[in-house]
């Protein structure tokens, strides 16, 4: 047993503590990780606001890249030493989707099965089935995903959720690729690499849309070829003009990305999509949306694809190191996504520069 400083949701709205946490020694198919770093997400304050569900107290943290101390019994997919980012789909190889062959849409992850507690022994719940927000995590063997060990903990982690999500929309669900257009609704943590997966993927134009001017700029940085300030112009009709500019007779972007999660910008990424183009939803929306009101006809008649994005329908064991591989070329710049680098006492200053601030990601180095 381990006993490690870790960051926890006690109940349900009220700030996250700083406390001590016991991790039990890995059993059968789990491993032991020293993490070293650990991305704040939008997905870690849903937590705390009990917006996922009422399994208080949580383990937060989810975003996490660390070195593997121990591994159970029976652990074959890394040993004693590797450096890992972990992932929340390990896919389980059973279900479904496995036996067809679509391992990217296994919904049936394994996590740990012992459970690390509170010193009075009360069972945590780790939010995504990781809790890295923590000295020490226990973790299923199936979400340590090895990687290039001489890539820096904070980027590398960011892979975990978030930024393979963006990565993922635009290359995995989107299919973007060179001779395609790409507009990218959104250009936060998740939007912005999305951006960088169409750069990736060689695509042209690729088109940022925000309302806020420094996500632009970021997302230029990052391989946007143009910029919409959606607030002061209709991206709708930018996202057409600039496409039609390169590819004559375009009505829209080949591939259009909304990683706001709203109805009003998934209806202009609707309608700024050329014929037969995809539209991926990768922004995560609340319960009480709906699909906005849309003639059939309208879709119908402009053939193509509504898709959702669920962790960028990645395999971990497969984009994980690709991924770290184009980082550590210089073709990928993943450093870019890290803000911050702030402390485990500092993740409620960070849960509060999400709503305000300029923020990509903060993220707790250890
Ligand atoms: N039009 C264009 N962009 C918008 C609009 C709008 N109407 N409203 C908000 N945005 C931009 C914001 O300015 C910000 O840059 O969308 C971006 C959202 O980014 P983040 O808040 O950083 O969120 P991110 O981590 O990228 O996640 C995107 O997925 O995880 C969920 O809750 C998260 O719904 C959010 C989405
Ligand atoms: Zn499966
Ligand atoms: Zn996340």
Same mark, same amino acid.
């Given at each position: 047993?381990?006993q490690?400083?870790?960051?926890?949701?006690?109940?349900?709205?009220?700030?996250?503590?700083?406390?001590?946490?016991?991790?039990? *020694? !890995?059993?059968? %198919?789990?491993?032991?990780?020293?993490?070293?770093?650990?991305?704040?997400c939008?997905?870690?304050?849903?937590?705390?606001?009990g917006?996922i569900? *009422?399994?208080? #107290?949580?383990?937060?943290?989810?975003?996490?890249?660390?070195?593997?101390?121990?591994?159970?019994?029976g652990?074959?997919?890394?040993?004693? %030493?590797?450096?890992v980012?972990?992932?929340?789909?390990?896919?389980?190889?059973?279900?479904?989707a496995?036996?067809?062959?679509?391992?990217?849409?296994?919904?049936?992850?394994?996590?740990?099965?012992?459970k690390?507690?509170?010193?009075?022994?009360?069972?945590?719940?780790?939010?995504?089935?990781?809790?890295?927000?923590?000295?020490?995590?226990?973790?299923?063997?199936?979400?340590? &995903?090895?990687v290039?060990?001489?890539?820096?903990?904070?980027?590398?982690?960011?892979?975990?959720? %978030?930024?393979?999500?963006?990565?993922?929309?635009?290359?995995?669900?989107?299919?973007? &690729?060179?001779?395609?257009?790409?507009?990218?609704?959104?250009?936060?943590?998740?939007? =912005?690499?999305?951006?960088?997966?169409? =750069?990736?993927?060689?695509?042209?134009?690729?088109?940022?849309?925000?309302?806020?001017?420094?996500?632009?700029?970021?997302?230029?940085?990052?391989?946007?070829?143009?910029t919409?300030?959606?607030?002061?112009? *209709?991206?709708?009709?930018?996202?057409?003009?600039?496409?039609?500019?390169?590819?004559?007779?375009?009505?829209?972007?080949?591939?259009?990305?909304?990683?706001?999660?709203? #109805?009003?910008?998934?209806?202009?990424?609707?309608?700024?999509?050329?014929?037969?183009?995809?539209?991926?939803?990768?922004?995560?929306?609340?319960?009480?949306?709906?699909? #906005? *009101?849309? !003639?059939?006809?309208?879709?119908?008649?402009?053939? %193509?694809?509504?898709?959702?994005?669920?962790?960028?329908?990645?395999?971990?064991?497969?984009?994980? #190191?690709?991924?770290i591989?184009?980082?550590?070329?210089?073709?990928?710049?993943?450093?870019?996504?890290?803000?911050?680098?702030?402390?485990?006492?500092?993740?409620?200053?960070?849960?509060?520069?999400?709503?305000?601030?300029?923020?990509?990601?903060?993220?707790?180095?250890?």
């Amino acid at each position: 047993m381990h006993q490690v400083k870790a960051v926890v949701a006690r109940a349900k709205g009220q700030p996250v503590e700083l406390t001590t946490i016991h991790v039990p *020694d !890995p059993g059968p %198919g789990e491993a032991l990780v020293q993490v070293q770093a650990c991305g704040v997400c939008h997905t870690d304050l849903h937590y705390r606001e009990g917006g996922i569900n *009422d399994e208080f #107290p949580f383990l937060l943290g989810h975003e996490a890249a660390g070195v593997v101390e121990a591994v159970g019994e029976g652990v074959t997919e890394v040993s004693p %030493g590797d450096f890992v980012v972990l992932n929340w789909r390990a896919v389980c190889g059973e279900c479904r989707a496995c036996k067809r062959g679509d391992l990217q849409y296994c919904f049936n992850t394994h996590n740990a099965a012992q459970k690390m507690t509170l010193e009075d022994g009360t069972e945590l719940s780790p939010a995504l089935g990781i809790g890295a927000f923590a000295e020490k995590t226990l973790v299923a063997a199936g979400q340590c &995903t090895k990687v290039d060990p001489h890539a820096r903990p904070a980027a590398a982690g960011l892979l975990g959720c %978030g930024v393979m999500a963006g990565l993922g929309a635009a290359i995995n669900t989107g299919g973007a &690729t060179r001779g395609k257009s790409v507009a990218v609704i959104g250009c936060g943590g998740v939007g =912005a690499a999305a951006i960088a997966g169409a =750069a990736l993927s060689g695509a042209s134009p690729i088109i940022a849309v925000d309302i806020d001017l420094a996500k632009l700029e970021t997302a230029t940085k990052l391989g946007a070829t143009h910029t919409v300030d959606s607030s002061q112009s *209709d991206a709708v009709a930018e996202i057409k003009a600039i496409c039609a500019q390169y590819y004559e007779g375009a009505e829209g972007a080949d591939v259009v990305i909304e990683a706001v999660g709203r #109805p009003e910008t998934w209806k202009q990424g609707f309608y700024a999509r050329d014929l037969a183009g995809v539209l991926v939803l990768v922004g995560v929306p609340t319960p009480e949306m709906t699909v #906005p *009101d849309l !003639p059939l006809l309208d879709v119908f008649g402009r053939g %193509g694809a509504l898709k959702s994005s669920w962790y960028g329908d990645c395999l971990p064991s497969r984009d994980f #190191p690709m991924m770290i591989d184009l980082y550590q070329q210089g073709r990928l710049d993943l450093d870019a996504f890290v803000t911050e680098e702030i402390g485990l006492d500092d993740i409620e200053s960070a849960f509060e520069k999400m709503h305000h601030g300029n923020v990509l990601r903060s993220v707790v180095v250890f």
